[in-house]
């Protein structure tokens, strides 16, 4: 329980710190964050009622203070609201994977995870931003090269996919490691009892 909050308290403040202290989001930063992989593995790995409850807090938590006192924007809009929409619906189809989790598995569900927030938030930004042409011209401009001024939309999604690889591989890496010690460690105690 310990590690899962210190683990959400660190989500937060990866998301937080940076643009707090001005670093430039428009590159390899902009969307890359531990989010999207600790609501991943969080629905496998924490107990059900943590599972989707704690991933949703860190994002509602980091978006409050991105948004509400940074940007001093409503924290509910068309462009955030399809960020909680893909975190619920990655969450529930991952709950597939508990007591079954292969590295394949995991990682197929990470980038499957990537491409539906991607496909749900970007097509959020279509509905929601006027500058998009309520077309499927303007709906495939959302998907791909983005508004004039901003980064391409594939940048975010590489970034997106990149950071949930990574994070979901370091997650993976530690749970693996902290099972084996502990099975290590269950095995090691009726040796040293008898």
């Known amino acids: 329980m310990f590690a899962a909050i210190f683990l959400i308290l660190a989500a937060i403040l990866y998301r937080i710190v940076p643009v707090m202290i001005g670093v430039d ?31 949703l807090v860190a994002l509602l938590v980091s978006d409050v203070v991105l948004n509400v006192y940074h940007y001093h924007q409503p924290i509910f ?10 975190f619920g619906l990655v969450s529930a189809l991952v ?31 279509w509905l929601g931003e006027p500058r998009y042409a309520g077309t499927l011209a303007g709906w495939f401009q959302a998907m791909t090269w983005g508004l004039p001024g901003f980064p391409s939309t ?21 749970m693996t ?4 010690s502990t099975s290590e460690s269950k095995a090691a105690q009726p040796a040293l009892a008898s």
């Open 95 to 125: 709950f597939a994977l508990r007591g079954r989790v292969t590295g394949f598995r995991l990682f197929g569900a990470s980038v499957a995870g990537s491409l539906i927030f991607y496909v749900i938030t970007n097509t959020g930004a």
């Open 25 to 55: 989001q428009s590159g390899w930063l902009g969307n890359f964050a531990p989010l999207a992989a600790i609501a991943l593995c969080g629905a496998i790995y924490l107990p059900r009622r943590m599972a989707a409850v704690l991933p």
């Open 154 to 174: 594939f940048i975010f999604y590489r970034n997106t996919a990149v950071s949930d690889l990574l994070f979901t591989g370091l997650f993976f890496a530690c």
């Open 177 to 180: 490691v902290t099972s084996r």
């Open 77 to 86: 809009t068309w462009e955030i609201l399809p960020h909680y929409l893909a």
